[in-house]
């Protein structure tokens, strides 16, 4: 018998496998938004919310004080640190009042025990980059999630779709939560970013799905990269809000999200931003009360737990990232 390379093994181990069923081709992107979201004024994308109770409270507020024709979305995984039923079904709740996707936490959350989710773990298709223990913890965690769920509330994040397309002042946007070819997709990681080849392979995506832009989270490090497409006078952009629910630079505890408006964003929360086409595109803070937030993680995921060895670190200082390291154009 052949030998298996590591590799193989490594790429199909649960919480590093993409299962088939997240896959979907650039295609998917060119049918116009259905009419909840075209013609917007404003549209917030809030990716990576993970269970945080608190963030997701400051997103409607912050979404509250926008007129016009506007919509929000949640581009999945806004469940994961919410292990309390109780805080579980209040993110559930305030999700769901809006218009969402599910992410790869959702799609293993409502799949069956015996099935794909076992499989799959997490099913977050973690890199190479990403060591073992943190693969392992993600998918420990998943499990203990899905104690929190009830079986309406999985049913109920099944039923969700995968990918959206939404018009703001002209720009076409598809909305999704990893890439252009899969759910759990890091296409659009800032680390593959960085690579030039990988950059020709997202411009043939940006033509295969006829859109302007893609507003996407999953890879945990907000990105907001511009590529000129087939000697295009403007470029086409990725807008990666890195995660709502946690911190996203050193000494900045503020988690973000993306919003595309026809005005600019005016007010402190504003991190970064870029100008494409008729619109704007920036990245706004999610400040919360962070005393409290840490307070209700542990109160959740105690010192020692899963939760804490991969996460609290970050919560407390943030990543080791940049704002300066966020926006990038490509000629």
Wanted: charged fraction near 25%; proline fraction near 5%; aromatic fraction near 10%.
């Amino acid at each position: 018998m052949n030998a298996v390379p590591t590799a193989s093994l490594h790429d199909e181990a649960p919480g590093r496998s993409c299962p088939l069923h997240y896959r979907y081709a650039p295609e998917v992107f060119a049918a116009p938004p259905p009419p909840l979201l075209h013609e917007l004024d404003t549209l917030y994308v809030v990716g990576g919310l993970y269970g945080n109770a608190l963030a997701l409270a400051r997103v409607l507020e912050l979404f509250d004080r926008e007129r016009g024709r506007k919509r929000l979305v949640f581009n999945g995984d806004f469940h994961w640190f919410d292990a309390d039923p109780e805080v579980f079904a209040q993110v559930q709740r305030g999700v769901l009042g809006h218009v969402a996707l599910r992410g790869n936490v959702e799609t293993e959350l409502a799949a069956d025990d015996a099935g794909d989710g076992a499989d799959a773990g997490c099913g977050c298709a973690y890199p190479d980059w990403v060591g073992d223990e943190v693969v392992e913890r993600s998918n420990r965690i998943l499990r203990r999630l899905r104690a929190a769920a009830t079986p309406a509330q999985r049913a109920e994040v099944a039923a969700l779709p995968m990918w959206a397309r939404a018009e703001v002042g002209g720009l076409q946007l598809g909305i999704v939560h990893g890439d252009a070819t899969s759910l759990a997709g890091w296409g659009f990681a800032q680390e593959h970013l960085r690579d030039a080849a990988h950059r020709a392979d997202v411009r043939r995506w940006f033509r295969r799905a006829g859109v302007d832009a893609f507003a996407c989270t999953h890879t945990c490090l907000p990105v907001f990269q511009g590529l000129r497409v087939d000697g295009d006078e403007a470029p086409r952009w990725i807008f990666n809000n890195g995660a709502t629910g946690m911190p996203n630079f050193a000494g900045d505890g503020a988690g973000l999200l993306t919003r595309v408006a026809l005005t600019p964003f005016d007010g402190p929360e504003r991190r970064f931003g870029v100008r494409a086409g008729g619109v704007f595109a920036d990245a706004v803070a999610v400040d919360v009360d962070r005393e409290a937030w840490q307070r209700l993680f542990l109160r959740q995921w105690l010192e020692g737990s899963d939760a804490h060895a991969s996460y609290f670190g970050r919560i407390v200082r943030g990543p080791a990232y940049g704002v300066q390291d966020a926006v990038r154009l490509d000629g």
